[in-house]
Nanobody, 124 residues
Framework: QVQVVESGGGLAQAGESLRLSCTAS????????MGWFRQAPGKERERVSC????????YYEDSAKGRFTISRDNAKNTLYLQMNSLKPEDTAMYYC?????????????????WGQGTQVTVSS
């Protein structure tokens, strides 16, 4: 049984940092491209950042470039998203995604498994 579990969300003030973690079990983590997506109230889910199975290739949406850093530790089956200089517009539910795909970056269409999400709220 595959489980994808996010943690690390919470409340932050603008300019502060948060680090999200995602632990996956029941799958061969190193064989999956991974990504972070987010969904704000009333908006569609959008991609934030992706990382290839090896960790050698990363991708960031313009909204995340220069502020967020994605990384993974295949030995720990864990994905991370370091979020710095947070803005109120970063407020959303953040989802971890696993895709058995060699495409990079992955889109939601390639995702095989989703986590339940972790809420990030940034106040001004």
């Amino acid at each position: 049984q595959v489980q994808v579990v996010e943690s690390g969300g919470g409340l932050a003030q603008a300019g502060e940092s948060l680090r999200l973690s995602c632990t996956a079990s029941g799958l061969t983590f190193g064989s999956y491209a991974m990504g972070w997506f987010r969904q704000a109230p009333g908006k569609e889910r959008e991609r934030v950042s992706c990382i290839s199975w090896s960790g050698k290739s990363t991708y960031y949406e313009d909204s995340a470039k220069g502020r967020f850093t994605i990384s993974r530790d295949n030995a720990k089956n864990t994905l991370y998203l370091q979020m710095n200089s947070l803005k109120p517009e970063d407020t959303a539910m953040y989802y971890c995604a696993a895709a058995r795909s060699y495409l990079h970056p992955i889109s939601s269409r390639q995702v095989n498994y989703w986590g339940q999400g972790t809420q990030v709220t940034v106040s001004s």
